[in-house]
């Protein structure tokens, strides 16, 4: 009998189905260098690369392989304009932070179209418009508002009522000269040449301690070390604590669905609205002379909700949509929303002097990671002019900090419920016997409460329900087989082992036996 819980598609991205697993040793010795860089997305790798090019050596320390992470989930849109926020930007921090924020986006699409050229990536890069679009009348009064804080920081922003989309929206803003690419294609040539300019990457190599000192020391799970000056944490979800940042960011799963097209009926353009539960569409080349559209959309806290109908809600909205085939993929992808709409990159903390971190991008990570890269690079070096926009992305700031205390209020308010509420449910089952094959749920045993997954031949594995980064109570998304963690977004495979930080380290296993259970 077919499950009734599957899903159309390979459980997988494109991403990463259609490039190789290139393998970097783990780091089996201590080691030492100008920069160490913790993280290899493509915050890390692009930090990385320009600090290579700029004459430091470097080394990337990265827990699983590189560009396999955040960046190998997603939608790889490389764009100045991002949904709705230079309206809000400019009413919250006013017109000139809105103005610095173009400038630095649009200086990233710039910086990654000259490095194709420099590096000769074959990437797929493509030159297209961006569309932000208001799928109905109510929605299209913000749209308009946006048009014009996006011109007035300046952005060639247009305001259009059609676009090339085969159905009807209300409005939209319209940026030219925007791009789209093959996110590992690009990063994996990147790391290539970073190794030919003398850098080094270290994959299987989790960090879980960082010394600030003079220098600065990170160790890894294994117990080995790298000492540099300085230390770039681009894990996207900072793994160190010491800056309270997990105060400042908000998690958030986005599901992507992805299926064939004739060439002729893709859109050129890349297209989100905020409307219609989020959706975000491009289209990139397949080998067969076709595209394959991708669809984003159906948000979440992770660790709540149901993945499965997000992700029928979001199949069936392509498919009315669009004239494609069989949904070929469908992913998830991770973002953290700073609390003042804008990343935070540069020193780590007031007391920093050494250590920089690169976060927040709120799902636009693709123009973020190379900014953070130009931007950390400028910082490190200390060549050459101070980059106009490092104040409006410093994660010192305080005064936008202040301004959003109701959304930092909110933020935590959300973190308690879960910290507190949970444990207070009484849904939580009371046997092991009581998990059906192929799902998971805590489970109190004798008193304790464990995260157990049941397989498709009745195999039981059980770890501890605490979330190793602050003890919340994790939850089971059965859509993608994993634990995850509502107040941070730390996800764990069934095993306990860490997939996504902040956690560093694994959920513990629990022996069901010794427990009273079988």
Partial sequence: MPNPRSLPGLDESFWMDSTDMPEHAPLTEDFEVDVAVVGGGIAGLSTAWELARAGRSVA????????????????????????????????????????????????AVERVAAI??????????????????????????????????????????????????????????????????????????????LLARGGHIFERSRVTGLSEGTPCRVTTESGRSVTARDVVVATHYPVFDRAMLFARLSPRRELVVAAPIAAELAPKGMYITEDEGKRSVRSTPLDDGRRLLIVTGESFTPGTGDPHEAF???????????????????????????????????????????????????????????????????LITGSGARLPWADLY??????????????????????????????????HLDSVSQVPPGTGAVVRVKGRRCAVYRDQDSTVRAVSARCTHLGCLVAFNDAETSWECPCHGSRFGVDGAVLQGPAVRPLEEVDLVDGGEV
Wanted: aromatic share 8%; net charge neutral.
């Fill in 60 to 107: 990337v320390l990265e827990a699983d392989p590189i560009a396999s992470g955040v960046t190998g989930y997603t939608t790889a849109k490389v764009s100045a304009l991002h949904s709705l926020v230079y309206d809000p930007l400019r009413r919250a921090r006013g017109a000139e932070a809105a103005r610095l924020y173009a400038m630095s986006q649009q200086d």
């Fill in 394 to 427: 410093d994660p010192r700031r305080l005064g936008s900090t202040l301004r959003e205390v109701s959304t930092l209020l909110g933020q935590q308010a959300e973190v308690a419920k879960h910290f507190v509420g949970d444990r207070l449910r009484v849904t």
């Fill in 312 to 378: 029928r809600r979001l199949d069936a909205w392509m498919h009315e949509r669009f004239a494609v085939g069989p949904t070929a993929y469908r992913w998830a992808a991770q973002d953290n929303d700073p609390s003042d709409t804008v990343p935070l990159v540069g020193l780590f903390h007031i007391g920093a002097r050494h250590t920089y971190v690169a976060t927040g991008f709120g799902g636009w990570g693709m123009t973020g990671g190379v900014l953070a890269g130009r931007l950390l690079t400028s």
């Fill in 116 to 193: 194709v050229d420099e590096v000769r990536i074959a990437c797929d890069l493509e030159r297209v418009s961006a569309y932000s679009y208001a799928a109905g009348p109510s929605s299209r009064e913000m749209i308009e508002a946006e048009a014009r804080a996006a011109a007035e920081a300046g952005l060639a922003a247009a305001y259009v009522t059609e676009t090339e989309l085969p159905f009807t929206i209300a409005g939209a803003v319209r940026l030219d000269g925007q791009a789209q690419f093959h996110p590992r294609k690009y990063l994996l040539a990147l790391a290539g040449d």
